[in-house]
């Protein structure tokens, strides 16, 4: 490998790969993590499933905001990852970006720490709320609730005038106008494909000067998808995303500190499904059509084992 190349940085389940100078490849593993712990085993086919959305969305938002994508195909990425084939349909090349510290959050509907936090206070991140809202109310309009980027441990909601104070007053009305204009065109496309995007969270960075949308979009890890047809306020939804994880991690007793509890076969069976569902009711197509696209050859996942084998190199 040359003297830029090796393992740029490993998230919770995000692998992060020098490509060159100004570009990194990122490699979306099938690692799940829940309450920011890791848990300990693979969803099957579930770093296609993000990389198959962020890549619809990214694609589809591109008019609202810049992005950092160059490609998703794997035979057009650099040396030597052209060559493994463990990274179709799971990894997107990208422009380098000085990465906002912030995670910018769209509200559309009230649940999760939200609705914690309305209960609590009526409002969510400082924003004032009406009275009367029950679990799962659709807002009046969208919430741009941020919260801080936190390297390890939980992320934690700060209020717009927090962030402004962290980021700037300008560059935090920005990313508030941003936020919501992109939610609102996820949240448009799948209502009219049957599906709510109740919340889903965003990262911006800054590539030669210009504000750009990166890291992913859309996807079942960073949003709440709910079943349009069984919708239904005062309660909580049916879902689409690693909800149905959570759920089962509170069922189990686990007091949300690591070491996690290991995963039965048919929770992580049943959470792949969901994902993959969720991506063919949204975008229309087979995900065996995204995978044969990408050139997928089999199932192979992305275990430690690849993310140190092409980690080997200076980076």
Wanted: hydrophobic letters at 35%; proline letters at 7%.
């Amino acid at each position: 490998m040359g003297a830029t190349e090796g393992l740029h940085a490993r998230g919770k389940v995000r692998d992060v790969y020098n490509a060159g100078p100004d570009q990194l490849l990122l490699v979306a593993s099938d690692r799940i993590s829940a309450f920011d712990v890791v848990l300990a085993n693979p969803v099957p086919d579930k770093g296609r499933v993000l990389t198959a959305f962020s890549s619809f969305w990214f694609e589809r938002t591109k008019d609202l905001v810049g992005n950092h994508v160059i490609t998703a195909e794997r035979w057009k990425f650099p040396e030597p990852f052209n060559h493994e084939t463990g990274l179709s349909g799971r990894a997107m090349l990208v422009r380098r970006a000085e990465v906002i510290p912030v995670e910018c959050v769209a509200r559309g509907y009230l649940a999760g720490s939200g609705w914690s936090q309305y209960r609590e206070t009526g409002a969510v991140c400082g924003v004032p709320l009406p009275d009367g809202l029950q679990e799962s109310s659709r807002l009046p309009e969208p919430i741009f609730t941020p919260t801080t980027k936190a390297v390890e441990g939980h992320d934690l909601p700060i209020t717009p005038d927090a962030c402004a104070e962290l980021i700037g007053r300008g560059l935090t009305e920005r990313l508030r106008e941003l936020t919501i204009g992109v939610y609102e065109r996820i949240a448009s496309v799948s209502l009219d494909r049957g599906v709510i995007v109740a919340d889903t969270k965003f990262e911006f960075g800054f590539s030669d000067g210009e504000l750009i949308l990166i890291d992913e979009v859309g996807t079942p890890d960073s949003s709440r998808f709910w079943p349009a047809d069984a919708y239904a306020p005062g309660r909580a939804q049916r879902s689409f995303d690693k909800q149905y994880v959570r759920d089962w991690l509170d069922t189990s007793g686990w007091n949300h500190e690591p070491p996690p509890p290991e995963l039965p076969a048919e929770v992580l069976a049943r959470t792949s499904e969901k994902y993959i569902e969720a991506y063919e009711r949204i975008t229309g197509e087979r995900f065996d059509q995204y995978r044969q696209r990408m050139g997928v050859v089999a199932d192979d996942g992305w275990g430690p084992e690849d993310t140190a084998r092409l980690g080997k190199g200076t980076g």
